[in-house]
């Protein structure tokens, strides 16, 4: 039973994606602490529970839901729709998400590289930007969406109470290391929290992914050992035999 409730929150998550919910479910849809990395082209995928998948160079997933207490990590490669629900985790630090990326429920977002298109956070959800290139952001509901970098300057429809910013239009600034962006405010509804922070105090700051850091959560633990080992004994050689000489 417990298993049917949480396939059908799932489903509801992912009919916010819209074409999802009838194009992608069939292609992987992984469960309990099973975590997977994507290093191939697939059409769609679900994860649940404590699952995982990590999107790397030459990876890519036209539609992508997570629920629960699962993880997506993008460290490369190319995510066209991805929605995040429950209390997921979402860490982006090089690669591309286009077209349309959903943050709902409690979920949780870090991007520090990488490209994001559109970007909509809903619910509670929680999201922190201190690097990478987003071209649009919509807060609403209870959200709370933190931008660290410094330099801040708004646009016409825009204004800066302190850290807050207000309106809708073009927040532009650098990222704390010196990168340049600019991204359009196309919804910010009064109810949601969006924070421009000129230095990283406020939480953790990654200077540099350690080599084996497959998850890109800035350490080597057995997270990324779980990584490692789902592609243990993996071999591509022709013939087949060649793999155990």
């Not at 077209?99 to 956070?121: D, E, R």
Request: glycine share 14%.
């Amino acid at each position: 039973m417990r298993r049917q409730s949480v396939h059908l929150f799932i489903v509801a998550i992912l009919a916010l994606l819209g074409p999802l919910a009838q194009k992608g479910r069939g292609d992987f849809e992984l469960w309990d602490d099973f975590q997977f990395t994507v290093k191939s082209g697939h059409q769609g995928g679900a994860l649940h529970e404590r699952s995982g998948a990590f999107i790397v160079s030459g990876g890519s997933v036209t539609h992508l839901g997570a629920s629960d207490s699962s993880t997506v990590g993008i460290s490369g490669g190319y995510v066209q729709e991805l929605g995040a629900g429950g209390s997921s985790t979402v860490n982006i630090s090089a690669g591309e998400v286009g077209h349309w990326f959903l943050a709902a429920g409690s979920s949780a977002v870090n991007i520090t590289g990488g490209s994001v298109s559109s970007f909509s956070a809903t619910g509670s959800s929680v999201v922190d930007i201190s690097g990478g290139s987003v071209s649009s952001v919509q807060a609403s509901d209870y959200t709370v969406v933190t931008l660290h970098g410094r330099n801040f300057s708004v646009g016409d429809g825009l204004l800066l109470f302190g850290d807050r910013v207000v309106g809708g239009g073009i927040l532009s600034g650098e990222w704390l290391d010196g990168t340049p962006w600019a991204m359009n405010i196309s919804a910010n509804i009064f109810t949601a929290t969006l924070l421009a922070i000129p230095e990283s105090a406020h939480k953790p700051f990654c200077v540099k992914y350690p080599h084996m850091d497959f998850n890109h959560d800035c350490k080597v633990d057995f997270a990324d050992f779980a990584i490692m080992a789902s592609s243990w004994l993996e071999c591509n050689l022709v013939p087949e035999s060649a793999c155990w000489e």
